[in-house]
Structures are given as structure tokens and as C-alpha cells.
């Protein structure tokens, strides 16, 4: 069996120790095993950081380093936020707020729009759409439609994009400050 960072499989827990277990790949008899750091599983522990596996369940892990002491596993969880940490890092390295981008809208939900750009996910929350309030964020866009959107910000784990900076208000603020004396 070849093995590939990045790869899902399927692995019994063999062994736990103080410091992470140890894991048999399946199927059985390809004699592959590797070590999952407690770091790197963080969803093996419940609220009360205690291990909910034990010796002889079968997880879902990702192969998260080969090194020539062994494979590193990962549960699937926080390898996916580590990638979309490493996503994120490397994005604000390249581009700044303001940026203006052509990108594809890949998923429309209630409260947000989650779009692709290149190699990178972001995302437009609804307030940041239109200047106007919005009732079904479905009305106005939909999946797999190209949009232009403007880099606003970034969290450990998102990137957040807007439409509505690219476009000019529809209404002066001031005019909200008039008195009717």
C-alpha cells in the first residue's frame, strides 16, 4: 500500500500511551502503523479532555508527515484546520485589505456566501453583500457564478471577502442627520 501525506484511511487503535496512540492501518495485513500525537486529535478527547477511544476502534485518520522515524497520523478535524490555517497564513503574506479579486461562488448558505479564488476558500457573509438588507442571499447569487470581491479581513481560519465595497452606497448618511425644524 502506498502511503501519501494527505492521504484518508482508515486505522485500528493499537496502543495508547500518555503522549498519543498508536495505530494499525487497514485493511489488516498490510502492516502499516502509524503515531497520533494528542496534539493532532484533539477530537479523540471529550469537554472534560478525557479520551473517548480506546484500544480496538476503528478511526478515520489523515497521514499528516512521513518521516523516516515513522507516519504521523491526524484525525481529520485538525488537519483540516491546520491546512485552512496554512491557506490563510499564506494568503495575507501575498495579498493586502483592499485587494480585488475574481472568484467563483462555490456554495450559497443562509448567512453567508463561501467563494474560491485560485487555491483559496473565503468567505462573504450577508452583511457584507449589499448595502441593502438582504431577505435570501439565493436571490441574488448562486453557485457557480463568477464574482468580484474585495479582501477584508481574516480570522486563524477564514478569509473574509465583500461585494458591497465595490459598489457605490445607494443613499447619503448624512441625510439621516437632518432635522425636520
Same mark, same amino acid.
Given at each position: ?23 494499525? +492501518? ?7 502503523? !502509524?503515531?497520533?500525537?494528542? &496534539?493532532?486529535?484533539?477530537? +479523540? +478527547?471529550?469537554?472534560? %479532555? &478525557? ?12 497521514? *499528516? ?8 497520523? =491526524? ?9 485552512? /490555517? ?29 467563494? &474560491? #479564488?485560485?487555491? *483559496?476558500? !473565503? ?13 435570501? #442571499? !439565493? ?8 464574482? =468580484?470581491?474585495?479582501?477584508? %479581513? ?5 478569509? /473574509?471577502?465583500?461585494?458591497? #465595497?465595490?459598489?457605490?452606497?445607494? /443613499? ?6 437632518? =432635522? #425636520?425644524?
Amino acid at each position: 500500500m502506498s502511503l501519501l501525506i494527505g492521504n484518508k484511511i482508515q486505522a485500528r487503535v493499537n496502543k495508547i500511551q500518555e503522549t498519543g496512540c498508536y495505530c494499525t +492501518f487497514l485493511p489488516i495485513g498490510t502492516n502499516q502503523f !502509524g503515531f497520533m500525537p494528542n &496534539k493532532l486529535m484533539p477530537s +479523540f +478527547f471529550d469537554k472534560e %479532555g &478525557k479520551l473517548n477511544k480506546k484500544v480496538g476502534d476503528i478511526v478515520d485518520v489523515i497521514i *499528516y508527515n512521513i518521516t523516516d522515524r515513522g507516519i504521523i497520523i =491526524s484525525d481529520i478535524q485538525s488537519y483540516e484546520k491546520r491546512q485552512n /490555517y496554512l491557506l490563510v497564513s499564506d494568503f495575507v503574506s501575498k495579498y493586502e485589505e483592499g485587494s480585488v479579486f475574481e472568484a467563483e461562488v462555490t456554495k450559497v448558505e443562509n448567512s453567508r456566501v463561501i467563494i &474560491k #479564488l485560485g487555491g *483559496y476558500q !473565503g468567505v462573504v457573509r450577508k452583511q457584507d453583500i449589499n448595502w441593502n438588507e438582504i431577505n435570501k #442571499l !439565493g436571490d441574488l447569487l448562486f453557485e457557480g457564478e463568477t464574482i =468580484s470581491v474585495a479582501f477584508i %479581513g481574516h480570522d486563524a481560519e477564514h478569509l /473574509y471577502f465583500s461585494l458591497k #465595497l465595490l459598489s457605490e452606497k445607494p /443613499y447619503d448618511e448624512s441625510l439621516y442627520d437632518l =432635522s #425636520l425644524e
